[in-house]
């Protein structure tokens, strides 16, 4: 691989967030193709939703807010139910495990930055946010969803 078609962004190192408390923040992916987004969180009460909320969306503009700023990307969107605005039920958390949740887009006629907000649900919990992005150069997909059986892998959406 050719390092300059890759970069990673670490977007929230090790932020806690309380019950309640949202964990915003915003990558520009001006320039790439492809991006797989990774939630990294510690562990969660047994048989807990470990998220309230886990919405992303995308923004012509650097966005302040996903709700308000961004068009919703409902495929990377996440809560208790499927919805309009959300395509995926949240898996409950690990309570012996760290918990990984993965988005793996194709930024190709998407807008230009990507917002997430993150909620936990009853507790602290630390929390990173990474975004790896990619160029194709080749014209091959170099994403694919495929089944994971690795431990803390809690939702892998592709789109």
Do not use: W
């Not at 300059?4 to 964990?23: H, M, P, R, W």
């Not at 966005?63 to 990307?73: A, E, N, Q, R």
């Amino acid at each position: 691989m050719n390092p300059s078609n890759f970069k990673t962004v670490i977007l929230e190192e090790t932020q806690s967030a309380t019950s309640s408390g949202d964990v915003f923040a915003t990558v520009d992916t001006k320039g790439y193709d492809y991006m797989v987004f990774q939630i990294l969180s510690g562990t969660h009460e047994a048989a807990e939703t470990s998220l309230e909320v886990l919405r992303m969306g995308h923004a012509d503009t650097t966005p302040t807010d996903v709700t308000t700023d961004c068009t919703i990307l409902p495929a990377f969107s996440c809560g208790a139910a499927v919805a309009a605005t959300c395509a995926n039920i949240l898996p409950p958390g690990s309570s012996t495990k760290q918990n990984v949740y993965q988005m793996n887009i194709d930024l190709r006629g998407k807008k230009r930055y990507f917002a997430v907000d993150y909620t936990p649900v009853k507790q602290t919990v630390a929390i990173s946010l990474i975004a790896h992005l990619f160029r194709n150069n080749t014209g091959d997909e170099p994403l694919t969803t495929q089944a994971t059986t690795a431990d803390g892998l809690r939702l892998v959406a592709s789109g």
